[in-house]
C-alpha cells in the first residue's frame, strides 16, 4: 500500500452526521497534514499534526495521531452538504526533506 | 494577504508543443514546491525550491520538465516537449519554515491536457 493511504475511498452520509476518514503511513515522519479539495478545485489545508502530538481541533474538525500505529484519523462532526469534497492526508517524513507524500484521498459525499 | 497563485488555469496543448506554467507563492515564503497528479493516480511531489536555489528535485520525471525560480519569487515550470502522459494537474505550494514543522499552502493548480 501506499504511504499516507486513507479509507475509506468513498464516504457517503447524511448532513448532520459525523464522517471519520482514516490514513495510515509506512515511515517516521516530522508532521502529517490534512487537505481538502472541492471538485476541480485546489487543495486547502486543513490541520497540521506534529509527531509529538496526539490530537487537535479546528473548529468541527478533530484529528488524532497514533505513532505507534502509524495512523491519523479525521473527524468532520455535524457535516455539512458543504463538507462535501475529497480530503487528502500528506506526511512530512522524517528524512530531512520537504516533499509531502499524499494518499489517495477519501471522497465524502454529505447528502442535504 | 494573497494565496498561491497559478497561471494559467487550463491549458490544451498538443504533443511535441512546449507549456510553462507559473506560479506566484504567497510573499514571504521562501519555500516553493511543485506537484502534480496525473489522472487516477496520488498527487507527487515534483521539486522543492528555497529561494532561488533547487533544494531537492528528485521527483521530476525527465528532462522534458524544467523549474526555475529566477530571483527567488515566482516560478516556472516548462514542460518540452509535451507528451500525452504529462497530462494532468499541476500544483504549486509554498511555506514558511517553522520549527516543528510547516504547512504547506496549495494554489488552485493548472489543468494540462496533452493531444
Redesign the interface.
Known sequence: S?QGEEDPQALSIQEGENATMNCSYKTSI??L?W?RQNSG?????LI?I?SNEREKHSGRLRVTLDTSKKSSSLLITASRAADTASY?C?T?LDTG?????????TRLQVQP | EAGVTQFPSHSVIEKGQTVTLRCDPISGHD?L?W?RRVMGK????LL?FVKESK??E??MPNNRFLAERTGGTYSTLKVQPAELEDSGVY?C?S?QELA??????????TRLLVL
Open positions: 501506499q516530522n508532521n497534514q487537505y478545485r485546489g487543495l486547502v489545508h497540521l506534529r487528502f500528506a512530512d526533506r520537504r516533499a509531502l507524500t499524499f494518499g489517495s484521498g | 519555500n514546491y506537484y496520488e498527487i507527487k511531489f522543492h533544494q531537492d528528485s521527483g500544483f505550494a511555506s516543528g514543522g510547516e504547512t504547506q499552502y496549495f494554489g488552485p493548480g
